[in-house]
């Protein structure tokens, strides 16, 4: 880990991916915190396909994504305007978190306004997963819903939600 962290933080990603090959290799406990840097920066450098193309590499190898491999993808996806599949990610973000984990404001706000109006039933799935994994209270959920079916954005209201995340 600390020596793809390194390779990262001078931008070679070249070199990290083979240090990641070569830590594969050894078919060591799948430990996803170690190609989380890589994930992380295909991500940040838009490269989300890449990021993708190795988690789903990695699940069919057994290993199971953390919160933040979730995280990094909707991220990415949100980057290159994939909001469907920045909200999935952010589905399975929440099923996976530890408590007291809650999703970033941009992230959060992208994926509702994604959801409102049209998408009312997802919307709904999508708030009821929050309260179910204790993200959000009981109250803060009804507001959320609320903004959800409006079809329309109110200030007061987001940013009331904005203030609970």
Known sequence: MAMISSLLKFDDID???KVLEEWESQRLSYDFRVPNFLIDAYCRKGLTEKAEALVNKILTKGGNPLVDTWFYLANGYLEDSQ????????KKAVLVCPPNWKPSKNTLATCLEY?????????GEFIRLLQ???IFSVGVCKRLQSYIEDGKPQPN???EIEGDV
């Not at 909001?83 to 952010?90: D, M, Q, S, T, W």
């Open 157 to 159: 209201r987001l940013g």
């Open 132 to 134: 179910t994994e204790g």
């Open 115 to 123: 959801l409102e109006g049209n998408r009312v039933v997802e919307g």
């Open 15 to 17: 070199a990290a991916e």
């Open 83 to 90: 909001i469907p599949k920045a909200v999935e990610a952010l």
